[in-house]
């Protein structure tokens, strides 16, 4: 039961990371992804003037 | 068609990860390609959007990210060691070995700061001794103490920016918040994005300098881009008189309108347009950058962009200040 994991992986916006659970063998018993990073959108955009919305969110993704 | 030695090792480096190769046949590819003088440049995200990056992919004014980093190995080049989103390398040959003689450090994104954790950009490193994941705080203090310039590409990286907005429950810094005994190594390029203009320019300068610092003001922008600009007023076409030429009024505080009139285009009506959009919350009264007459998407070498903010009708948010967002907030009313 080997566990592979693979962080970072690239060529995608934000950080991700993968991790792969085996049977020892060649089998993928269990593949899960990781979201590594946090920012709290949801609480920065609390007590706001909501018009600030539309120019907070966008800098969620700047692809 | 036949390829070198020497082309078939310098495709390899770009492609390595893709080849499948270690992280030692790497380290070797590279010093078989390394030429006097070329900089390594070491990119690190934290909490970032990946829009300095986008924004840094698009430069063309000076030269192209192609031409900076891919096939420019004379010695005003850098070699631009890993990027997350452009990579090909991924996992455990990601992050490089740190280069023994000088480098230069670049940091997008902020850097959180509570509970250790928040931002993990790898699993353990060979030869860290760490057991566990390695944050872009850790990441930062190994390879910052040693670089020779550390530059904190967006404002998130250089002030905390978004992330660190009020309310923010990661403890997110800006790098020189993060690291203040770095301070004489940290160069900020402010923007959300910047242009990349700022970003190849202070690069270009470091270059030219022996990776000196640009001249800089007293939040550590390039003076060249940033603090000689005054506000962007001064620099603006919506200013009364600027279409005569005459920029006398941007200090008076003459703005077209007076800032009685309707405070956007008015498209239907000619006499109308390109009005002043102070009444409607631009902040560019208080910001400094070069962004009225640089502008952006420039389509050519040396020539200045397309458009800008202003330009397009949309008032200025103040995207390169310290204070960027929540002193520049509400965004759009009246300043």
């Known amino acids: 039961m080997a566990n592979i994991k693979l962080d970072p992986i690239t060529r995608i916006e934000g950080h991700l990371g993968v991790v792969l659970s085996t049977d020892g063998g060649n089998a993928v018993t269990g593949a899960n992804c990781e ?22 969110t966008s800098r969620i993704c700047g692809v | 068609m036949r390829i070198s030695r020497r082309d078939f090792l310098k ?30 440049v070491i990119w690190l995200n934290g909490q970032a959007c990946t829009g300095c990056t986008v924004s840094l992919a698009n430069s063309v004014y000076y030269t192209t990210l192609q031409d900076l980093t891919l096939f420019g190995l004379p010695a005003d080049s850098i070699d631009l060691m890993n990027i997350e989103t452009l990579s090909a390398s991924m996992g455990d040959q990601f992050l490089p070995a740190r280069p023994a003689g000088s480098f230069v450090l670049a940091v997008e ?12 950009i790898t699993n353990t490193y060979p030869g860290w001794n760490h057991t566990t994941p390695v944050t872009i705080y850790d990441a930062v ?9 550390i530059l904190s590409i967006g404002t998130c990286a250089s002030f905390g920016g978004i992330p660190a907005g009020k309310g923010n429950p990661t403890g997110a810094k800006g790098v020189l918040g993060a690291f203040p005994a770095f301070e004489s190594k940290i160069l900020n390029i402010p923007g959300c994005p910047p242009n990349p203009n700022w970003i190849v320019g202070s690069i270009a300068y470091m270059l030219a300098n022996s990776y000196a610092l640009p001249a800089y003001d007293n939040i550590r922008r390039p003076n060249l881009y940033y603090g000689n600009m005054g506000r962007l007023c001064t620099r603006c076409p919506r200013v009364d008189g600027a279409r005569k030429g005459d920029m006398s009024a941007a200090t008076q505080g003459l703005f077209i309108g007076g800032g009685k009139g309707r405070p956007y285009d008015d498209i239907g009506n000619p006499t109308k347009r390109s009005y002043c959009l102070r009444r409607i919350g631009c902040k560019g009264p208080k910001t400094q950058s070069d962004c009225s007459f640089r502008q952006w998407n420039s389509t050519s070498y040396r020539t200045t962009g397309v458009n800008w903010c202003v330009g397009a009708g949309a008032p200025c948010q103040g995207c390169t200040q310290a204070d960027f967002p929540d002193k520049q907030s509400p965004f759009v009313n009246i300043l």
């Open chain 1, 35 to 56: 979201g590594t990073m946090f920012r709290g959108f949801e609480s920065i955009l609390t007590e706001r003037n909501p018009r600030d919305a539309v120019i907070l």
């Open chain 2, 141 to 149: 203090s190994y390879y910052g103490a040693t670089a020779a310039a």
């Open chain 2, 11 to 40: 495709y390899c480096s770009v492609a390595a990860g893709a080849l499948g190769l270690s992280a030692t046949d790497l380290l070797n590819v590279e010093k078989a390609l390394a030429v006097n003088g070329a900089l390594p």
């Open chain 2, 109 to 120: 994104g902020a850097i959180p700061t509570k509970d250790h954790g928040y931002c993990e």
